[in-house]
C-alpha cells in the first residue's frame, strides 16, 4: 500500500509562494492518481487538485485555479502542489492522497492520505 508524506508547509505572507511535496516511501506512487485536499478549523474538507498517472491529466478546484499548479517528478513517485499567490483563505492542512485511477474532487473515493502539512498565510 502506497505510503505518503506531506512536507513543504510553514507560515507566508500573503501574496507569497510555497511549493508542497507528496513522497511516497515505498516508491510505488507512480502506480497511482494523487489528490491534494485541504481543510481549515471548523470547515469541510476541500479539494484542491488532482492528477492523473501518467502526468497527462489535471483538475483543480475552483478556489484555486490559477494559482495553485500539481505536477508529478520525473519518476511520478512524488507530487508537487506549487501554491502561489497565497491568500489567508488558503490556511489550511493540506493533504495528498492516492487512488488507482481517480483524481476528482471526491475525498471519500481516496484510499490512501499522508498526516498532513500545514499552511498559514498571514495577511
Known amino acids: 500500500q502506497v505510503q505518503l508524506v506531506e512536507s513543504g508547509g510553514g507560515l507566508v505572507q500573503a501574496g507569497g509562494s510555497l511549493r508542497l511535496t507528496c513522497a511516497d516511501s515505498?516508491?510505488?506512487?507512480?502506480?497511482?492518481?494523487m489528490g491534494w485536499f485541504r481543510q481549515a478549523p471548523g470547515k469541510e474538507r476541500e479539494f484542491v487538485a488532482g492528477?492523473?498517472?501518467?502526468?497527462?491529466?489535471?483538475f483543480y478546484g475552483d478556489s484555486v485555479k490559477g494559482r495553485f499548479t500539481i505536477s508529478r517528478g520525473n519518476a511520478k513517485n512524488t507530487v508537487y502542489l506549487q501554491l502561489s499567490s497565497l491568500k489567508p483563505e488558503d490556511t489550511a492542512v493540506y493533504y495528498c492522497?492516492?487512488?488507482?485511477?481517480?483524481?476528482?474532487?471526491?475525498?471519500?473515493?481516496?484510499?490512501?492520505w499522508g498526516q498532513g502539512t500545514q499552511v498559514t498565510v498571514s495577511s
Open positions: 515505498g516508491r510505488t506512487a507512480s502506480n497511482y492518481a
Open positions: 492522497a492516492a487512488h488507482l485511477a481517480y483524481y476528482g474532487r471526491s475525498w471519500s473515493a481516496y484510499g490512501s
Open positions: 492528477i492523473s498517472r501518467s502526468a497527462d491529466g489535471t
